[in-house]
């Protein structure tokens, strides 16, 4: 048993108890059924809908008076003005969408007993085993990064003993048939929504290979009876190019592909699928503590954390959010959803799609500090084209230049403002991205090639702000308007508001980002300039009258419909912003913990995944580890360890592993402070190949709560300050060399 493992005694009864595998473009959840078994399938470019442009020709002429409504208070008013007139066109986006299922009716006595499903992380492949009729049956499984294909091998400890009937359905409009050559085939076209109409063609196609028996076709279903095993590669692909071009050959890619793995054994594919994923999955390893409740079915071990002690649970829970990180976002896929790769339903939940107001923010959190830079690259490549596509948008809604995203996004890049102008009317889900995208260039050591290709980005995004900001009466503020504190209800009855706490934080870390690219690469002195300055009239944090931090310009947050708010949006500047801390801004850091007191530690998953990071930032381990209970509980996580928002959405797992390691390490341009959070549950421990800031790589063991080795290793000569506790020490650091600092 390894203890990079989830494993169950019994098939998936439910979606969220199926595992999932992924290469970032096919995704696949396992159910392990007996005897019959399911692969729910997903392709990452399935989405709804076609190309569109969800510009409002109507939105410029009433932006001044929703302006003007919301400086005299008339926050009703503007918000029906603003669902009348500001909205994009179409009012919502597409929808991510299931491609369908892979079905194997296995034919034994439907009797079966010493049953096992599993999950290897470090092999990323399942297994399904179990005894029927005196024979030992086996089925293996795994997404290929290196062939791109689905391989699924049944097998036998007797001869002839495999009978299984392949089958591939849909929800998408098409047709599935079967040959008796050995191919399953599923052709159609996507769905239409919201008035954009299906565009893509798209495929699926299993090929079927038996050692021994024969194939059959009964219908649309291929069988192969009295085999030794089979083996099914299984690929998916849509005529997507890029948001604007739909002219893709599914069949094409899909022969490319099963031509390239042509007539390789299952051992060969299996060992170049393990070869691809350790390369990316062996570059950090974490150890809490092991305890004798590691040894039992994952099932059990979520129902019993919050009263046990396994600390192995929550190295593993990081484990596997490295693991769907690596399964779902990988160079020159789609970026990972409010779902990653996995989605069952045609109408997912908030369409599965890019929400930009913090779900796809968490849900890259986690690769920088987990060694997985990588997987990072889908997230740059959608910030490339919204900043396209943002353009039109910036435009034609306020007349701005640069580019502009809003709370959502979809495949075919649309930033309109989306929902309802009381979640979608928030300008600054672009901006955030981009803040965020300037700390992946800091944990990459500054690269100049990374730093070209952000740098016009960034300077679209704060161009546009610098048109967009206005004066706030009576003051000498700048300050967006409309804008909202995502997504939460102000005691005025709207949502709709202008210069919340979080744009002004914001817009310090964009404005930042874009003057430091500037001074790296020489250039744009005179829009410098006027970033600095436009940066100091922006408002100050305040603190309000119970001693928190202020949510809005006014003091509201003890007068809110929701005081318990799943957002904690004004924190922003606590995490995952450097704004706010103890040594620099200490009333403000008092300020955010006593913000966090009132919002209380009870969210949804995501929420209580961005609460672990906070909480963490405040150096307060145990209260932190509180949290990760809820996080890991049944309420909060599936069997499968999937985030329970409830719904399934994969923000909180990936913000949950990210808060686990800001427990440990916590890293800025400052330095690095070690053991910042650690909660006396974990008294020791080790981390290997653990990413810092400024391109560093560190390994560091503990014991009795106090660090016994410490070892960086830089990119380039540097210093580096290294904090534990009040002291603080500097290590000169030679380039690609191993340094072991001895910490006094």
């Known amino acids: 048993m390894s203890d990079l493992e989830l494993w169950y005694k019994t098939p998936a009864a439910e979606w969220t108890d199926a595992l999932p595998l992924g290469n970032g473009r096919l995704g696949a959840m396992v159910f392990g059924g007996v005897p019959r078994d399911e692969f729910q399938l997903n392709e990452d470019t399935l989405w709804s809908g076609g190309p569109y442009q969800p510009a409002n020709q109507d939105a410029r002429a009433h932006l001044d008076t929703v302006r003007a409504h919301i400086f005299a208070g008339r926050y009703a008013q503007a918000q029906s003005l603003a669902n009348q007139h500001l909205m994009g066109r179409p009012y919502l986006e597409m929808s991510y969408q299931p491609a369908g299922h892979l079905y194997l009716d296995v034919a034994h006595d439907a009797l079966f007993e010493n049953y096992r499903r599993s999950l290897d992380l470090d092999t990323a492949v399942t297994r399904t085993v179990y005894q029927s009729g005196g024979v030992a049956f086996r089925r293996d499984a795994f997404v290929s990064a290196a062939d791109g294909l689905l391989v699924v091998r049944i097998s036998a400890d007797a001869p002839g003993a495999v009978n299984v009937g392949v089958e591939l359905t849909s929800p998408q409009h098409g047709i599935s048939s079967a040959d008796p050559d050995g191919i399953v085939r599923f052709a159609g076209h996507n769905r239409s929504e919201h008035g954009v109409d299906g565009a893509l063609r798209f495929a699926m196609r299993a090929k079927v290979q038996a050692e021994g028996g024969t194939k059959s076709v009964v219908g649309a279903q291929l069988r192969v009876s009295d085999a030794d095993s089979v083996l099914i590669l299984l690929d998916i692909a849509t005529s997507f190019v890029r948001y604007d071009d739909v002219s893709g050959d599914p069949e094409m890619s899909i022969d490319a592909r099963m031509d390239a793995a042509g007539g390789k054994s299952f051992d060969t594919l299996l060992m170049a699928h393990i070869a691809e994923h350790q390369c990316l999955f062996r570059r950090m390893g974490i150890d809490l503590g092991r305890t004798e409740s590691a040894d039992l079915p994952t099932n059990e071990r979520i129902a019993g954390f919050a009263e046990g002690d396994d600390p192995a649970l929550a190295s593993l829970y990081v484990q596997y959010g490295r693991y769907l990180m690596i399964t779902s976002s990988r160079p020159g896929t789609q970026p990972s959803t409010l779902q990653g790769i996995w989605n069952k339903e045609t109408r997912p939940p908030w369409g599965s799609k890019y929400t930009t107001n913090i779900n796809l923010q968490m849900n890259y959190w986690l690769p920088d500090r987990a060694n997985l830079a990588a997987c990072f690259e889908p997230l740059l490549a959608l910030l490339e084209d919204i900043a396209v596509t943002g353009q039109v948008m910036a435009q034609s809604h306020y007349g701005a230049r640069g580019w502009v995203l809003h709370h959502n996004t979809d495949l075919w890049r649309a930033t309109g403002p ?327």
């Not at 509180?626 to 409830?646: C, G, K, W």
């Not at 014991?703 to 603080?728: E, F, I, N, P, W």
């Open 418 to 744: 989306v929902d309802g102008a009381q979640w979608g009317l928030w300008p600054t889900g672009g901006a955030w991205i981009c803040a965020q995208a300037w700390e992946h260039v800091a944990y990459e050591g500054f690269p100049a090639e990374l730093v070209t290709r952000l740098y016009p980005i960034l300077k679209g995004a704060a161009e546009f702000f610098v048109d967009t900001l206005v004066e706030l009466p009576g003051t000498s503020h700048l300050v967006t308007n409309p804008s909202l504190s995502p997504e939460n209800v102000h005691p005025m009855g709207a949502s709709i508001c202008a210069g919340p706490a979080m744009d002004s934080q914001i817009l310090r870390d964009l404005f930042d980002a874009t003057i430091a690219a500037a001074g790296r690469l020489g250039v744009d002195r005179e829009l410098v300039e006027t970033l600095g300055a436009t940066r100091d009239r922006l408002p100050e944090d305040r603190i309000g009258a119970a001693g928190q931090l202020q949510e809005w310009l006014e003091d509201w947050d003890m007068d809110v419909p929701e005081i318990h708010h799943r957002h904690v949006s004004h924190l922003y500047g606590l995490y995952p912003s450097h704004q706010i801390t103890a040594e620099e801004t200490s009333a403000l850091f008092d300020a955010a913990r006593r913000s966090l007191e009132i919002r209380g530690d009870d969210a949804t998953g995501w929420g209580i995944g961005w609460r672990i990071n906070l909480w963490a930032r405040l150096r307060d381990g145990d209260h932190a580890h509180d949290v990760l209970r809820r996080l890991l509980h049944p309420e909060r996580s599936y069997t499968n360890l999937f985030d329970a928002h409830p719904p399934f959405q994969i923000d909180g797992n990936f913000g949950g592993a990210a808060g686990i390691l800001e427990m440990i390490v916590q890293s800025s341009e400052k330095g690095i402070r070690l053991l910042p959070a650690l909660p006396g549950c974990w008294p020791a421990g080790s981390l290997q190949g653990m990413r810092v800031y400024g391109g560093i790589e560190l390994d560091m063991a503990w014991s009795r709560g106090k660090v016994t080795a410490l070892c960086l290793t830089s990119q380039a000569d540097r210093d580096v300050v290294v904090a534990v506790g009040d002291a603080m020490q500097t290590f000169k650091l030679a380039a690609g060399v191993s340094t072991d600092c001895v910490i006094a």
